[in-house]
């Protein structure tokens, strides 16, 4: 480790001056700390946020949730209305990381967590991410737990997020706090692909500070879940996953929200099958029609080809769990 400043801050206003200082937020710690450990990152000044109060669930007018950024995986996990409204969250929170790990990570944190790309994390490699201009190890390199979708010449690392997926499928909006007041970001625009600029990972400006996730209210019925196909059944991050919500109203799908995560270099909406569902009657050929939209445009890598046929398999379970099989 090396020196820099910690300072708590006990408002938002407070917390703004120091980001707009180049104060780095921090709450749980559980991304940030491991990487100044490793002197990945090297921040002069830590912000310690978690006193501000930002840490409920609260249901919105329009019949929807506001998940504050400094709730906890596990609180966000096991609050009744996630549970109930959106038990593709509470599923996507659970299958990550392990109990002490949830115990400490907020969702504002998980949200903003880095790749797990092990060239990013290696200070002796070339990471376009790490050190703009250097290059791309994984390219050549080992890169089976890559992205296949959304990958740019510089950077092919996977967001590695579960309840981002669900976010993403489900068109949250992320609250955000700065200078120039508050804004919502749609969720599909909030985390960036890498293009030329790997390092520039969301559309958050100087100093911006998270104040919550907002999930939309949805047509009910809705059924919903997610599915995690890993390595090991536990504390390991998503060879390929999928967030399902479908609305079936009089035996037809009415409406339905699906993205991949294990896959991208953010979380991956799947519009192309989302628009195969709607209008169409849940049965099992229905499903593998959907699924199989589901890696078009895929750009495999040396390392992972299996995904593009993994994440095919995943969605149409995924669909299948969510939808029932006639
Ligand atoms: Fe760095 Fe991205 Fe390449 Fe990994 S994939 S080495 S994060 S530039």
Known sequence: MYPFDYTRVSDTEEALAAGRRG?????????????????????????????????EVTATERGGLRIGALVTMTEAAAHPK????????SQALELSASAQLRNMATIGGNIMQRTRCTYFRDVTAACNKRDPGSGCAAREGYNRPHAILGTSEACVATHPSDVAVAFAALEAQVHVLGADGQRQIPFADFLLRPGSTPNREQALRNGELITAVEIPALPRPLA???????????YEFALTSAAVALHVRGGVIRDAKVAAGGVGTVPWKLPAVEQHLVGERPSASLW????????????????????????????ERQLRIVGGTK
Not at 29 to 43: A, S
Not at 82 to 89: I, Q, S
Not at 289 to 305: E, S, T, Y
């Open 82 to 89: 996630v549970r109930t409204l959106f038990p593709v969250v």
């Open 23 to 55: 104060g780095r937020y921090i709450a749980g710690g559980t991304t940030l700390v491991d990487l100044m450990r490793e002197t990945v990152e090297r921040p002069q000044t830590v912000v310690d946020i978690s006193g501000l109060p930002l840490d």
């Open 224 to 234: 919903s879940g997610y599915l995690k196909v890993r390595d090991r059944q536990s």
């Open 288 to 315: 593998a029609a959907a699924a199989a939209k589901a890696a078009d445009g895929a750009r495999p890598l040396r390392h992972n080809r299996f995904k593009t046929d993994l994440l095919k398999r995943t969605v």
